[in-house]
């Protein structure tokens, strides 16, 4: 069992920057690929970008390559997602997620999730 928390969003303007985090519990953490998904209004889910266990495999979204970094900290159980040349189609909720195995941009494959964090970004 895998608890996530999400952390650090919030308003920024277009061209800024958010980090959010990502804090799991358990004692295995580094055996679970990670996933970060956002969900706008109205809008489907979208994958954002996913870490393998050992950071070896890393995947993203078109829609961020470039903008967006994914990495994550075994040690303090965290991953993170850092966001930068925000545009106001980033503005979402963000949702972290985790599986055993392979890290993969497939949502459905993913067995936790946090309760998700707002990231508003104005134009």
């Known amino acids: 069992q895998v608890q996530l928390v999400e952390s650090g969003g919030g308003l920024v303007q277009a061209g800024g920057s958010l980090r959010l985090s990502c804090a799991a519990s358990?004692?295995?953490?580094?055996?679970?690929?990670m996933g970060w998904f956002r969900q706008a209004p109205g809008k489907e889910r979208e994958s954002v970008a996913a870490?393998?266990?050992?950071?070896?495999?890393?995947y993203y979204a078109n829609s961020v390559k470039g903008r967006f970094t994914i990495s994550r900290d075994n040690a303090k159980m965290t991953v993170y997602l850092e966001m930068n040349s925000l545009i106001h189609e980033d503005t979402a909720i963000y949702y972290c997620?985790?599986?055993?195995?392979?890290?993969?941009?497939?949502?459905?494959?993913?067995?936790?999730w946090g309760q998700g964090t707002q990231v508003t970004v104005s134009s």
């Open positions: 870490i393998s266990g050992g950071s070896s495999t890393i």
């Open positions: 997620a985790a599986k055993k195995g392979r890290a993969t941009m497939n949502p459905d494959a993913h067995d936790y």
């Open positions: 358990g004692r295995t953490f580094s055996t679970y690929a």
